[in-house]
């Protein structure tokens, strides 16, 4: 088993920036793969970003060049730094870990971009 935990999501103001982290605990595989999906009110969840065990990275074209994916494979944890917010990206985020065929998911964190 797996468990992730979100942290770092709240309440920011347009054209700011915010920094979400994924802690990853458990039975972990080296050749994983890693990433971030977002669910906003009455939309299906779409994927934002995901990484591989080995950093390689594939962002959606609307947060391209505005959030960037990462992760510490030392502290088994993800991050995604968003900036320049817009009010469309307010949303649940939610990681995942995926290795063999299996998906792990954290619980969510709320992201709202208001004035």
């Known amino acids: 088993q797996v468990q992730l935990v979100e942290s770092g999501g709240g309440l920011v103001q347009p054209g700011g920036s915010l920094r979400l982290s994924c802690a990853v605990s458990?039975?972990?595989?080296?050749?994983?793969?890693m990433g971030w999906h977002r669910q906003a009110p009455g939309k299906e969840r779409e994927l934002v970003a995901y990484?591989?065990?080995?950093?390689?990275?594939n962002h959606s074209d609307s947060v391209k060049g505005r959030f960037t994916i990462s992760r510490d494979n030392a502290q088994n944890t993800m991050y995604l730094q968003m900036n320049s917010l817009k009010p469309d990206d307010t949303a649940v985020y939610y990681c995942?870990?995926?290795?063999?065929?299996?998906?792990?998911w954290g619980q969510g964190t709320q992201v709202t971009v208001s004035s």
């Open positions: 990484i591989h065990w080995n950093g390689v990275t």
């Open positions: 995942y870990y995926s290795y063999g065929g299996k998906a792990y």
């Open positions: 458990g039975r972990i595989e080296s050749f994983n793969t």
